[in-house]
């Protein structure tokens, strides 16, 4: 175990659940949540980390604390409540297609949160399902000093209107630095529009640095000094389960070791990094996100 006992670094703020996968050989049950994956990352990276989110008192919130403790990461006490820990159902079809069912709830106390941290990270279902949406948005507007990091991570079936969506992330983005989102999420709250006509729109909101991940293809990344593109890293995937969390998690660490990306050098470091570690985690089932060794050793791509 990893991290223990240090005052946290980032603080990651954002849902927990559990995914069940559903099929005819049963039920298969794994830690989830986009938040928590970039949690999950960076203490596998030795960041001191702490997460802020909502788990029950039951079976499957304590195999969350367990399994993202394991890697260093402080899950606070206010994260746990009396109400069932979350849970996404997939139920696979015979054709492999599947059908999701959430049953999510989601609120903080957004008082809980320690004085140490310098990035604060958010994004996700944490960041527009209600009532706990609004409060993330009162912690990330009185950060301070602090970074802030965002992600949407858009779930189309938990988001409603998308005109409404839309209001909410433009709301968020201003009181944010780093925006990570993928293609597909450019794609649904922007239909039509270029990936670079979104980095702009994010850059005009506020954010001083933005990235837009392509799969397979890489990322661009972009700041008010220059865009960048950063390919991808060639290898054998195995799914893409926790590839944008990877990919956040990196930018995360980059920012906290080295400073907000700016210059084009600098975004293309940074993007170069967490392409890489994105690389190590669909080279593997689930989100199995790189710890550190990984990353500062030799990695073979296919």
Not at 284 to 291: C, E, H, I, T, V
Request: with cysteine.
């Amino acid at each position: 175990m990893m991290n223990q006992h240090r005052a946290p670094e980032v603080l990651v703020v954002g849902e927990a659940l559990v995914d069940i996968v559903r099929s005819g050989e049963g039920d298969v049950e794994h830690v989830g949540g986009s938040p928590a994956n970039v949690a999950l990352g960076l203490g596998r990276q030795g960041v001191a980390v702490a997460l802020l989110t909502r788990i029950g008192d039951d079976a499957r919130g304590r195999s969350i604390r367990e399994h993202v403790a394991a890697a260093g990461v402080d899950v606070l006490a206010a994260s746990t409540t009396a109400d069932p820990t979350s849970t996404a159902v997939a139920t696979i079809g015979a054709d492999g297609s599947a059908d999701y069912e959430f049953d999510i709830r989601w609120d903080i106390d957004p008082s809980a949160t320690p004085a140490t941290a310098r990035i604060v990270h958010t994004g996700s279902i944490a960041a527009f399902l209600e009532p706990g949406a609004g409060r993330v948005r009162e912690l990330i507007a009185r950060a301070g000093d602090a970074i802030v990091t965002f992600d949407p991570n858009i779930r189309p079936a938990l988001l409603g209107e998308r005109d409404d969506a839309v209001r909410t992330f433009e709301s968020i983005v201003p009181l944010c630095t780093i925006v990570k989102m993928s293609d597909e999420d450019a794609a649904w709250l922007y239909p039509g529009a270029a990936v670079t006509e979104v980095l702009d729109r994010l850059l005009c909101l506020g954010a001083e640095a933005g990235s837009i991940t392509r799969g397979g293809d890489g990322a661009i990344l972009a700041s008010a000094r220059g865009a960048v593109e950063v390919p991808g890293v060639a290898v054998a995937a195995v799914d893409t389960i926790g590839a944008g969390d990877t990919f956040m998690a990196s930018l995360i660490h980059s920012a906290l070791r080295d400073g907000i990306p700016s210059t084009p050098e600098q975004l293309a470091t940074a993007g170069g990094r967490a392409a890489r570690a994105a690389a190590i985690t669909v080279s593997r089932a689930g989100a199995d996100l790189p710890w550190s060794r990984e990353l500062d050793g030799p990695f073979e791509a296919s």
